[in-house]
Every structure is written in structure tokens, then in C-alpha cells.
């Protein structure tokens, strides 16, 4: 089954990284390629785009999407920017995107381990490539460890009796795949409403997998180094602590004189996106230019 991709926010994307004709830049998290298709479409013959993801799944779906001289791709992790533009000899662009979060195409595949709806094993890598999974982090931390990362990670209020209850239950047999979890938190949460009781526990472990908040830090750092004068940043978040990490970063950013925010406040999808793909609803996106 094809799964579509609808890249989020697609028109205040445009206007904030504003691509002119000639111009190089970095998608930092190319996913199926939804906003480099369209920066590729205004950077003209002469511009080049820079596509990075982990995920070689994603990769694939870019370069079949793409299909552009003008566009290289590059499996890295965004905080390894400086050393993807070395390799290709390019010592500066006009602008850099960050999509975080996780891609409808990791969620809608069933093997990758990341939906609580899935009878595959706990996986939750987007680089499968590395060895740490989720399965790993439920099977074998201690108590306090898998605590901390639900409180710390997913915000979750029952940290504490959801981890209680992972030990005791791995104690009887190992938790293997994503339904066994799901069905496991939903049993002691006690919690009913809009959002499954699994979700906040699935976005701490997928976060402490990927080891997400520490990428963002490294990876909005390496933008900075690598943005020319005037250059562009975007970011789009999808929960809290995404957007805690891009807010605190353009504040101090501009507080040293670095960068101007374009965004006072962040930008939320409009209505009639949200309607047409469900899963923007929670994005909120920031831009800075550098000085």
C-alpha cells in the first residue's frame, strides 16, 4: 500500500525559509521529500538542495519523489550537518528545515514498531542501523530508569505505576511486541479520553531510542554554524518539549545577537489543513534569520 505523504505547513514553510532562485539549502529531515519538492521548485537549475535523514526507508521514498539532479541525499543524523556539507564541499546555505517527530510513513508501517496498534515487535528506530530498541529499554531497565524516561520524555503523570507494572510483567515474560505494551498500559492507567493511555508512553520510549531532544540541541547548533548572514531556520514541533527545545534555542540565539525570530508566537496549521491531514494538528512552527 502507497502511503501519501502531505508535508505539514507547506505554505508558511515557503514563506519562511523563502528559497530564491540560485540558493542552497538543507532539508535536515527530508522524510518522503513533500517540502523539498516544493523548495526544489523555486531554487531554479542553479540552486541546490541538501536532503539528510536516518532513515534509509525514507530515503528511498525521497529519491523516487525527487528525482533531482539538483538535490543530494544524504542518510546522516541532522546533527552531523557540518560533516555532510564538508563531504560535498559546500561551506555555507541560505537556509535550513527541521520537520521533527516521528513521519507517517514509520507509523503506518507495522514492522517499525512505533504504533500501539501494531502486532510487530517494540522497534521504534529510525536508524535501523543502530542496535538500541525499545523492546531493549522495556526489557532490561531498571524500574527508576524507565520511570524517569516516561516521566521526563512523554510528560506522563503515571510514570511511576506504568513502570511498576512493566517489571512486574516482564518478570513473567518478556514484552515483545507493540500490542502487548499498549494493552499493558491501558490495563493500570485507569485513564480514559481523547488520547490513547499508551501514547505518552510510546513518545518517551521513541524519544529515548532516537535519543530526539539531544539531536534537536546538536542539530539546531549545527544550523547555526552552517546559515550565511540573512539565511533562514524553520522548525516544526510537534509536542512540548520539541518546541520548548527550538524556543529556548531562538531566544538565546537572538539574546547574543545571532538571530532575528521571525515568529513571535509560534504558527499552527489552519483549519482546513487539520482536516485534511489529521496528524498536523499538533505541529507549531518557528523561524529565525540569521544576522
Do not use: W
Not at 528559497?19 to 521548485?41: F, K, M, N, Q
Amino acid at each position: 500500500m502507497k502511503i501519501v505523504h502531505l508535508p505539514v505547513m507547506l505554505r508558511e514553510v515557503i514563506e519562511l525559509l523563502n528559497p530564491r532562485e540560485g540558493g542552497v539549502y538543507v532539508d535536515a529531515t527530508v522524510g518522503a521529500g513533500g517540502h523539498s519538492e516544493e523548495i526544489l521548485r523555486h531554487i531554479g537549475k542553479k540552486g541546490m538542495l541538501i536532503g539528510i535523514d536516518r532513515d534509509e526507508d525514507a530515503l528511498k521514498e525521497a529519491a523516487e519523489r525527487l528525482k533531482n539532479k539538483r538535490c543530494i541525499l544524504k542518510k546522516a543524523r541532522f546533527s552531523e550537518m557540518d560533516e555532510v556539507l564538508k563531504t560535498i564541499d559546500v561551506d555555507s546555505v541560505d537556509g535550513v528545515l527541521f520537520d521533527f517527530g516521528i513521519s507517517m510513513l514509520q507509523v503506518k508501517t507495522p514492522e517499525r514498531g512505533f504504533s500501539f496498534h501494531s502486532d510487530d515487535l517494540l522497534d521504534m528506530r529510525m536508524d535501523r542501523a543502530q542496535t538500541l530498541t525499545a523492546e531493549d529499554i522495556v526489557n532490561s531497565y531498571p524500574e527508576k530508569e524507565i520511570e524517569r524516561i516516561l516521566r521526563n520524555f512523554g510528560e506522563e503523570r503515571r510514570s511511576a505505576r506504568i513502570a511498576k507494572a512493566i517489571v512486574r510483567q516482564r518478570q513473567k515474560a518478556r514484552i515483545r511486541t507493540c500490542r502487548q505494551l499498549a494493552e499493558l498500559i491501558a490495563s493500570v492507567s485507569g485513564k480514559k479520553g481523547r488520547l490513547h493511555p499508551a501514547t505518552r508512553t510510546f513518545q518517551a520510549l521513541r524519544i529515548a531510542v532516537n535519543d530526539e531532544l539531544n539531536e534537536i540541541e546538536k542539530g539546531l547548533d549545527a544550523a547555526l554554524r552552517v546559515l550565511r548572514s540573512g539565511g533562514r531556520l524553520v522548525a516544526i514541533s510537534y509536542h512540548s518539549l520539541e518546541d520548548r527545545a527550538v524556543k529556548n534555542f531562538m531566544k538565546g540565539s537572538a539574546a547574543q545577537g545571532l538571530v532575528k525570530i521571525l515568529t513571535k508566537k509560534p504558527l499552527t496549521p489552519e483549519k482546513q489543513e487539520i482536516v485534511r491531514n489529521p496528524s498536523a494538528r499538533s505541529a507549531k512552527l518557528r523561524a529565525a534569520e540569521v544576522l
